[in-house]
T-cell receptor, first 114, second 117 residues
C-alpha cells in the first residue's frame, strides 16, 4: 500500500516550457487535491476533485490545469511555466463524502522554473 | 472569509517539556473541522490530530492534544513530553462544512518548532 505517490520528485524547467505532475493514490479515495507550498505562505490549494469526473478551482488556480484521469489519478499541468511557479507541489487524497476525513499527502515535487 | 492564523513563526522547547503551538481561526460556518499537520525536514506532511466544531471534548492523540476554545476561535496544539523527533514545522488547517464538495483545507503559515536537548 503505497498511499499517495507523485512523480517526478524534482524538476527544473525553463520559462515557457510545459510539464505535467502526476499523482496516484491506492486508497480508493474519492477526493484528490493539488497544493503548492511557498516559503512563509503555508500550503495553498490549486485545484481539487471532489469525486471522479469533477474538478474545481482552489485558491490559486491561474496558470494550471488539472485532469482527473480516473479514480486513482489526478494530474496537474503547467502549460507555460513561469518563475512564479517555482514551488513545492503536494498532491493529497481523502475519502470525501460526508465524513470528517483527513487528507493524506504525497511526498511532494520540488519544481524550479528558471 | 475563512482564515487561519499562526502567530509564532518559530519556537524553542527543552526536551521532555510541554509546548503549546497557537492557532486562531475565522469562519462564519457553524460546521467546520480543525486539523494539525507536522512537516519534518524531509518534507512530508503528517496528520496529527483533528477537532470537529461540534465535538464536546478536546481531541487527544497520544502526546498530542488540541486545546479547543470555540468562543475564542482558537485551536492550540499541545505537545507533552517533547522529543527531539518533534522538531519540525507544524501547520494548523481548517475545513468548512461537512465534507463532500467542501473538502478544501485552508492552512496557516506554520510554526517551526525546535526541541533542544
Amino acid at each position: 500500500n503505497a498511499g499517495v505517490t507523485q512523480t517526478p520528485k524534482f524538476q527544473v524547467l525553463k520559462t515557457g516550457q510545459s510539464m505535467t505532475l502526476q499523482c496516484a493514490q491506492d486508497m480508493n479515495h474519492n477526493s484528490m487535491y493539488w497544493y503548492r507550498q511557498d516559503p512563509g505562505m503555508g500550503l495553498r490549494l490549486i485545484y481539487y476533485s471532489a469525486s471522479e469526473g469533477t474538478t474545481d478551482k482552489g485558491e490559486v488556480p491561474n496558470g494550471y490545469n488539472v485532469s482527473r484521469l480516473n479514480k486513482r489519478e489526478f494530474s496537474l499541468r503547467l502549460e507555460s511555466a513561469a518563475p512564479s511557479q517555482t514551488s513545492v507541489y503536494f498532491c493529497a487524497s481523502s475519502e470525501g463524502g460526508e465524513s470528517w476525513d483527513e487528507q493524506y499527502f504525497g511526498p511532494g515535487t520540488r519544481l524550479t522554473v528558471t | 472569509a475563512q482564515k487561519i492564523t499562526q502567530t509564532q513563526p518559530g519556537m524553542f522547547v527543552q526536551e521532555k517539556e510541554a509546548v503549546t503551538l497557537d492557532c486562531t481561526y475565522d469562519t462564519s460556518d457553524p460546521s467546520y473541522g480543525l486539523f494539525w499537520y507536522k512537516q519534518p525536514s524531509s518534507g512530508e506532511m503528517i496528520f496529527l490530530i483533528y477537532q470537529g466544531s461540534y465535538d464536546q471534548q478536546n481531541a487527544t492523540e497520544g502526546r498530542y492534544s488540541l486545546n479547543f476554545q470555540k468562543a475564542r476561535k482558537s485551536a492550540n496544539l499541545v505537545i507533552s513530553a517533547s522529543q527531539l523527533g518533534d522538531s519540525a514545522m507544524y501547520f494548523c488547517a481548517m475545513r468548512e462544512g461537512r465534507g463532500g464538495a467542501t473538502n478544501k483545507l485552508i492552512f496557516g503559515t506554520g510554526t517551526l518548532l525546535a526541541v533542544q536537548p
